[in-house]
Each structure stands twice: as C-alpha cells, then as structure tokens.
C-alpha cells in the first residue's frame, strides 16, 4: 500500500492507496508545535484504527508547502514507519510541463493538482482549490501547466473580519437562509458563501475567456462541496484530488 500525504498550511490529508483505489483517507488540523514522535505516534494511530498493518506500506509519496512541518514529518515516517517519504517538487517526473516564469515557485499542492487533473480528467482545464488560499490554476489542451490565480482562502478572509473589527463574532461557514441575512451571523455567512461563489463563476468566466470555451473546471479542498452545491459552474468535484495526483506521480517515478 501507498500512503500520500499533503501537508497544507491549515490541513494535512492523508491517504491509503492500494493499487489505485483510494481506502482510508483522513483530513486533519495543521499544527506547527507538533513535534517528530507526535506525528509519528497520530499517522500510526490512523493506520492502525483503518486496519492497516505496517508491514503493508510500501511507500510514503509527501508533499508540502509548510517546509518547517516537511523535515518533522520525514523524521516521523522514517522512525515510524521505516520509510523514507518521496518528496514531490517541480524536479521530479511529474509528466507535465510547467510554464510558470519561475516552476519552483509554483507550490507543490498545485502541481500535484495539475498532474491529477490531466490524467483523470483532461485539459484544457481549471482547478479551483479551496483551502488556506483559493487557487485557480489553468493547464492547456496538452495538460501543460500554464499559472493561475491566487485569492485569500476562505478561512483567512473569515478571521480577517473577526480581526479587524469590533463587534464581528467568527461564524461557522455554511449555507445562511437567504442571501440577505436579517442577523448578523447569517449576513457573515452570505457574504462568505455567496460573495466566494461570485468570485469563482467571475474567475471560471475569465480564464474560459483566455483559455477555451471547453475549458473543465474541477473543485477540490475541504470546503469545495459547500461552494460546488451554490454554482453550475463547477463541473467535477474532487476533494482528495491532491491525493490522487500523489499516487500518479509516485508511479511514475517508481
């Protein structure tokens, strides 16, 4: 079996592959003060409750774009797991070709994202990622990496309010009654849901323009369903895509 990890900057996903079906997946908080024995103690707490035995992981593929959590987890799948953990940068086979002015500075989450998406769905296509950020990233009819777009997540626009200003509670994100909220909280909630749902039919709309009118547009992230359930303009929603994009890539380099 395979285990994929991504580490995010508010999330780390993990994922069990055996062959190319995805098993146990899990989605958990990012935390920074965790220390190497933690985190190896959490990932074989996981494996164990999934029924997974250890002597079944033949390989751990990592990717990450919190690099002081990257060496921490390394040192915890090496010492717990008895593995070193293939780590997915713009240099190793990815099957894609990268057309950023810069490839190294395209996050690995988005190129794992883009090398998924070529080979489950096709380009030309757009993948809009919610997570700490909200990415839009555009790959061409030949699946070429081309850039995107980046906006502040969801949950950085929502502390954003509860930071900057007086009397603004935080509010879970989900669907308010109606988009003209008659309390504040629901008001918070429409503003977030709607205003990011607007922000994604306006991008998918611009990029379609630039890119091509039969142009995918893939979700994927923890809060992507939420949005996915307000629009038609996302077609395919993916949220362990990364994972996906993980596995392919250990293939092609193994």
Known sequence: MLLTIDIGNTN?????????????????????????????????????????????????CLASVVPPLTGRILQACQQYL???????????????????????????DRIVDAVAVKQLYGGPACVVDFGTATTFDALDKNGQYLGGAIAPGIGIAAEALVQHTAKLPRVDFQRPPSVIGRNTVHAMQSGLLFGYVAMV?????????????EMKVIATGGLAEIVANETKVIQVLAPWLTLDGLRIIWEMNH
Not at 32 to 58: A, T
Not at 82 to 103: C, N, S
């Open 12 to 60: 780390i996903t993990l994922g069990l592959y055996e062959n190319q079906n995805l098993g146990a997946r899990w989605r958990l908080a990012t935390d920074h003060d965790r220390m190497p024995d933690e985190y190896g103690l959490q990932i074989l707490g996981l494996l164990e409750n999934s029924g997974c035995k250890l002597n079944s992981i033949e390989g751990v």
């Open 201 to 213: 039919e306006g991008m998918v709309e611009r990029f379609r323009a630039e890119l091509s009118p």
């Open 82 to 108: 008895g593995k070193q953990a293939f780590i997915v940068d713009h240099k190793v086979k990815t099957g894609i070709k990268i057309l950023y002015e810069d490839p190294s500075a395209v996050g690995a």
